[in-house]
């Protein structure tokens, strides 16, 4: 069984920083993506950016204001935003591909996490 587990999130004011972590969790072969995804009220569910061997990727609206990183050794994925808009509010949602089961079976299991609120004041 593997899980995402997501932290930080909250309210901050327009231009402000704020940093989310997603850490994944159990049996682990490999990572083949991460990514960040975020849904406002009344939309769709859509990618804010995404990482993995081939390189990292991001929405238009907020290239240049976010970054995303991994961190390998600790199977956690970061979303440093920066230079927020309250059109960032949404919840942010951790996605990946995972490589788990066992060393006889492996499979690919696409985890997500539970979300996590971010709230821009203007």
């Known amino acids: 069984q593997v899980q995402l587990v997501e932290s930080g999130g909250g309210l901050v004011q327009a231009g402000e920083s704020m940093r989310l972590s997603c850490a994944a969790s159990?049996?682990?072969?490999?990572?083949?993506?991460m990514g960040w995804y975020r849904q406002a009220p009344g939309k769709q569910r859509d990618l804010v950016a995404g990482i993995n061997n081939g390189g990292h990727r991001y929405a238009d609206s907020v290239k240049g204001r976010f970054t995303i990183s991994r961190d390998d050794a600790k199977n956690t994925v970061y979303l440093q935003m920066n230079n927020l808009k309250p059109e960032d509010t949404a919840v942010y949602y951790c996605?990946?591909?995972?490589?788990?089961?066992?060393?006889?079976?492996?499979?690919?299991?696409?985890?997500w996490g539970q979300g996590t609120q971010v709230t821009v004041s203007a």
């Open positions: 159990g049996t682990i072969f490999s990572i083949n993506f």
């Open positions: 996605h990946a591909l995972i490589l788990t089961g066992t060393d006889a079976l492996r499979t690919q299991k696409d985890c």
